[in-house]
């Protein structure tokens, strides 16, 4: 007894079997039975379109508050006034111009001090209340550590902050329900990160203040030390000029005045410039755009959520085509590939399966 072959062997091996129709052919075959299924094809994705419009336009409106800062320039001290007008002679530049990166405030406005300080700060809202931040983004319900932390991240999500590498300009955006919740909690972004600024400033100042502070008075020593030498010697050496030996000593000791003297003038100097430096308050950032409570609210959100939902529905129409065009071209060659099958087993090619 032969053994029977699958159906695509039949197919292929049976004398005279017809050719097998065109892809083509077979595709605009089951438009009937696509059409059959048009309240899945065509309702479905309307149905979901229809959904996210109605969840677009009845849903709590967000309002996108931006403001933007530039770091200002920092000038730090530059180099004694002896060796300063000997560089400019060979246009070198004696001036330090300190700017820091960008991204620098990028990365600080997302650290927990500053969101901590954002989150527990009072906000004024259009009804002309007040309200902490925290509570208005966290429900009470949770212990204080869990809120916090579901604080950060609710703020997170609800801030964008851009650094233009290039210009030096940074861009915070916040959204919020409320506008002018949304335009304070961007301009207190801007308020933290200068307090942040004034104390980091405050302290290295104080530091490089009591560093100058010790180094002053140990200049000021050597110079007395070297002004007692000088005078010493003159004092025992009233004929020096005679002998140049004694010239040649009063000379070492003025160059070791005029050495400490200088020194101490430039530590003396940078002392009292870090005093001032320590209790200046001046701002670091320049606002170049303040945040102003946003007329309109933002529809970046809607139009991403909108073409979302549509893009999962041609997804799923498309699967769901190639699903029943699949089965509908094998429901219609079944009979065909049975029917080379029993001629075969009337030829004799095959023998039916008697039972015992």
Known sequence: MSPIAPDSELLRTEPGAPHTE?????????VPTILAHWRVVIGVPSALLIAALVFVLFRTPKYVATTSFLQ???????LPSGISGLANQFGLSTTNLTQESPQLYADLARTREVLNELLQSRYLRSRGDSIVLLQELVPKNLDSDRRLYRGEQRLRDATSILANQRTGVVQISVSAD?????AGIANRYVEALNRFNLERRRTQE???????????LDALRDLRSAEDEL???LLHNRSFQDSPQLQFEKGRLGRRVSMAQELYTMLDRNYENARIEEINDTPLITVVERAVPPVYRSRGDDVLLVALVGLISLVGVACYVSIITRYSVTSRRQPERLEAIDKLVRSGGLRRAEPR
């Open 22 to 30: 065109a892809p083509l052919f077979d595709i605009l075959a089951t």
């Open 72 to 78: 200002s320039t920092k000038t730090t001290p530059g």
């Open 178 to 182: 409320d506008p002018v919740l949304a």
């Open 206 to 216: 104080g530091e490089r203040r009591r560093f100058l502070e010790g180094r002053t």
């Open 231 to 233: 005078k010493g010697f």
